[in-house]
C-alpha cells in the first residue's frame, strides 16, 4: 500500500520527486550503501535531521506530514513564478547501458549568489520490501551525473547556458524505470530551487548498438 505521502506525489504532474535514504533508522539500507556519499552529502546539505522528512523546492518544510501540509505548501510555491527555463534532451545507447543529457538552462534575470545545477538519476518502482514495510521502493536515488555532484552554472538574462553531461547505468538497474532528474539550486545549504525538469530514459534519443554482426556487414558492402 502506498503512503499518504506517495499518493499525493502521484497526484500531481508538476511534482518531481527524490528519495535520498539514510544510515539510520536502520543499518544496512541497500539503497544507501549503493551511493552513500552523494545521498549524505544531501541530506546534510537540507539539513534532514529526522526520518521521513519532506523538502519542497529546498528549504520549504511543510506545516504538517499529511497531505494537507504537503498541498498548502504545493500550492504557496507554485504561486511563485520561476524566471529560469530548463530543457534537458540527450542519446542513449541501450548496448552500453551509457549515454549522454545536455540540459539548457535560460534566466530572464540575473539570480544573486551562485547557482549549481544538479541532474539525478532515478529508478521508480524498485521491487523490494524495506524492513519497515514500505514496498515498493519509490523515487530511490541512484547517483548524481557530475563527479562532485553538481556543475557550477554562471546565468546572464536571455543567454542560453549549455551543460552536457555522461551516464552509465549500472547492470542491476532496469532501464524502463529510469529517468533523470535535473534541478538548479543556490550553492548554500537550505537555498531555494529555481527550477527543474525530467526525462524519461525511453524519452531520450535511442543509439543503436553496434554488434560484430553489423561492423562485418559493413566490411562486408564495401568490397
Known amino acids: 500500500m502506498e503512503s499518504p505521502l506517495r499518493e499525493w506525489i502521484a497526484s500531481k504532474t508538476d511534482v518531481l520527486a ?26 546534510l546539505f537540507s539539513g534532514v535531521i529526522s526520518v521521513p522528512t519532506v523538502r519542497i523546492d529546498g528549504p520549504g518544510v511543510p506545516s504538517s506530514r499529511d497531505p494537507v501540509g504537503y498541498e498548502n505548501l504545493y500550492l504557496e510555491r507554485k504561486a511563485q513564478p520561476s524566471a529560469v527555463r530548463l530543457d534537458l534532451e540527450g542519446r542513449y545507447d541501450p548496448g552500453s547501458l551509457s549515454g549522454t543529457v545536455t540540459a539548457t538552462i535560460a534566466s530572464e534575470i540575473d539570480l544573486p549568489g551562485k547557482c549549481d545545477l544538479w541532474v539525478a538519476v532515478i529508478e521508480d518502482p524498485i521491487d523490494f520490501e524495506s524492513p519497515n514495510g514500505v514496498y515498493p521502493q519509490r523515487h530511490v536515488f541512484r547517483t548524481f551525473l557530475a ?77
Open 18 to 43: 527524490i528519495e535520498y535514504h539514510t544510515w539510520w533508522p536502520y543499518q544496512g539500507d541497500p539503497f544507501y550503501l549503493a551511493n552513500p556519499t552523494d545521498q549524505s552529502d544531501r541530506v
Open 147 to 223: 563527479e562532485s555532484g553538481r556543475t557550477r552554472v554562471q546565468l546572464s538574462p536571455k543567454t542560453p547556458t549549455t551543460v552536457q553531461l555522461t551516464f552509465s547505468l549500472a547492470p542491476e538497474w532496469v532501464p524502463l524505470n529510469i529517468s533523470l532528474i535535473a534541478f538548479l539550486q543556490g550553492s548554500e545549504p537550505n537555498s531555494e530551487i529555481e527550477q527543474a525538469a525530467v526525462v524519461h530514459l525511453g524519452e531520450l534519443v535511442s543509439v543503436a548498438p553496434t554488434t560484430w554482426g553489423a561492423i562485418k556487414a559493413s566490411f562486408g558492402a564495401l568490397r
